[in-house]
């Protein structure tokens, strides 16, 4: 069993930075990939980034590209994002997740845990 806890959003204005932050605990079977979704009310969760077990190689969303930046320190069991230039559209609860295995996923059905969310709004 693993469990994935986000942390770090919260209310902010446009321009703003937030570092959202998720911890892994339980038992994960290394290396696994790690990403991040986010979902705003009445739409689809979306993928945002994502990035494999070395943290080598990372993937955006072209709406959070430049923007938006995924790390991992895995002797911390942590995987974060810190999200710079934050726009109204970026408000959502944003989903940290882990697959079980290595590589770089892009789509939902690659990941296995996935957190609680939590709450970035940005406002104008």
């Known amino acids: 069993q693993v469990q994935l806890v986000e942390s770090g959003g919260g209310l902010v204005q446009a321009g703003d930075s937030l570092r959202l932050s998720c911890a892994t605990s339980?038992?994960?079977?290394?290396?696994?990939?790690m990403g991040w979704f986010r979902q705003a009310p009445g739409k689809e969760r979306e993928f945002v980034a994502a990035?494999?077990?070395?943290?080598?190689?990372?993937y955006y969303a072209d709406s959070v590209k430049g923007r938006f930046t995924v790390s991992r320190d895995n002797a911390k069991n942590t995987q974060y994002l810190q999200m710079n230039s934050l726009k109204p559209e970026d408000t959502a609860v944003y989903y940290c997740?882990?697959?079980?295995?290595?590589?770089?996923?892009?789509?939902?059905?690659?990941?296995?845990?996935w957190g609680q969310g939590t709450q970035v709004t940005v406002s104008s």
């Open positions: 997740a882990a697959a079980r295995y290595s590589g770089i996923y892009l789509r939902e059905r690659g990941y296995d845990y």
């Open positions: 339980g038992r994960t079977f290394s290396p696994y990939a």
């Open positions: 990035i494999n077990w070395s943290g080598g190689i990372t």
